[in-house]
């Protein structure tokens, strides 16, 4: 079965630059379009980009300026890069498959809690 | 892109329905067909409910349904179950290749 796994350091230091990976399984990455959603403690959740399997991207107009999404298709994996973090962007993150119908997320990683503290 | 607006709680006894609103605009939810829903319980992951504002994934119990008029998606859960007590959050296209999720609704099982 598909199944997605986020990895990345757990603390940011504010101003510096977030990176997360999500390594898949059960699925080919080439052959889908991957997103990364955020949750902040208590909140509702963010989609943040994605990357589809053109190699093209779609970022939140709200952190476009910030946000680079990537894939590496010889690791099956796909990465989150935010810059100049701050506490606002301290969350759980969530990678997630495109299910390709436009519009919905149908797996999910178990979601990496991220704090963006000195 | 604000956030589409759902209330913050819903509930209802073993058995009984209940249903949860996503008012959004005509530049997101009234827009397009592509409302989803997600149940997401303590500590854990988003799950897929409804697709496509009505479409149920493969597993989904069919007490689970979805609609939509104009601006405003719904979610029902018929015969409620004490499972299906969670958070869930609805999400739609918003055009130019964005995605906005709702604010979430907390459902109780009484």
């Known amino acids: 079965q598909v199944q997605l796994q986020e990895s990345g350091p757990g603390l940011v230091k504010p101003s510096e630059t977030l990176s997360l990976t999500c390594i898949v399984s059960?699925?080919?990455?080439?052959?889908?379009?991957w997103s990364w959603i955020r949750q902040p403690a208590g909140e509702g959740l963010e989609w943040i980009g994605r990357?589809?399997?053109?190699?093209?991207?779609d970022y939140n107009p709200s952190l476009r300026s910030r946000v680079t999404v990537s894939v590496d298709t010889s690791k099956n994996q796909f990465s989150l890069r935010l810059t100049s973090v701050t506490a606002a962007d301290t969350a759980v993150y969530y990678c997630?498959?495109?299910?390709?119908?436009?519009?919905?997320?149908?797996?999910w990683g178990q979601g990496t809690l991220v704090t963006v503290s000195s | 892109q604000s956030a589409l607006t759902q209330p913050p709680s819903a509930s209802g006894s073993p058995g009984q329905s209940v249903t949860i609103s996503c008012t959004g605009t005509?530049?997101?939810?009234?827009?397009?067909?592509?409302v989803s829903w997600y149940q997401q319980h303590p500590g854990k992951a988003p799950k897929l409910m409804i697709y496509?504002?009505?479409k149920r994934p493969s597993g989904v119990p069919d007490r689970f349904s979805g609609s939509k008029s104009g601006n405003t998606a719904s979610l029902t859960v018929s015969g409620l179950q004490a499972e299906d007590e969670a958070d869930y959050y609805c999400?739609?296209?918003?055009?130019?290749?964005?995605?906005?999720f709702g604010t979430g609704t907390k459902v109780t099982v009484l």
């Open positions: 059960g699925a080919s990455i080439s052959r889908y379009s």
């Open positions: 496509e504002v009505s």
């Open positions: 005509s530049s997101d939810v009234g827009g397009y067909n592509h």
């Open positions: 997630a498959r495109d299910s390709g119908r436009a519009g919905d997320f149908d797996y």
């Open positions: 999400s739609s296209f918003a055009g130019s290749n964005n995605y906005v």
């Open positions: 990357s589809y399997t053109s190699g093209g991207t």
